[in-house]
């Protein structure tokens, strides 16, 4: 009888948990979307610039400069700056895949996927640490982001065509 009570209360909470987790997936993107379909919706949620993938990194360069200069220099502003570029940037004027060979594109279409969220959250948590005046936790969040471009290039640089 103690089993059995056990055994329903975990399926219980098995079924609870799995509700949760189940209203925690965003709307938007239906389980059945495959890698390139929601590739192709997070460049299409981007206004589009008239610049290359490259040209776009090097804004993205500036962006961590300009987090990293204001932290240094005490300034919110130039923190939230620099977050800003990284949160609203743009897509570029060609499919960023096209950067790499078409075997390595459903990968390369993955990391833009994971990284684009881990950037967005380590550049708004620089900024709003700054902005609470917590220079060593913005400082902390910069660090993060910087280590999350350098893991997304140690992963692709050297696969660009
Ligand atoms: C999704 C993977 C990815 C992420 C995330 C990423 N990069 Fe890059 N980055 C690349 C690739 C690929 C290149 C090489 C592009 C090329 O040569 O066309 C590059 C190149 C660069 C360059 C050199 C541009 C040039 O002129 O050659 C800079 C600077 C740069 N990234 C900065 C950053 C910064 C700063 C971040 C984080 C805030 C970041 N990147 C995040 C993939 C990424």
Redesign the pocket.
Known sequence: MKQLTILLISSLLLAIANTATAEEKPATQPETASVGQQADQLVGSKAKADM???QL??I??D??SMIQTGIVRQNQQMVKSGADI?LNHPAPNHQPWT?VEVKDQDA?KQ??LD?DKI?DEH?GASAAEAAKGNWPGANKAAFD??S??IA??S???DK?K
């Open positions: 290359t993938y490259q990194m090097e993205m360069g962006a961590y990284i950067i390369f990391s833009l990284f950037l550049a982001l910087s999350s471009c997304c290039h992963m692709w640089k660009v």
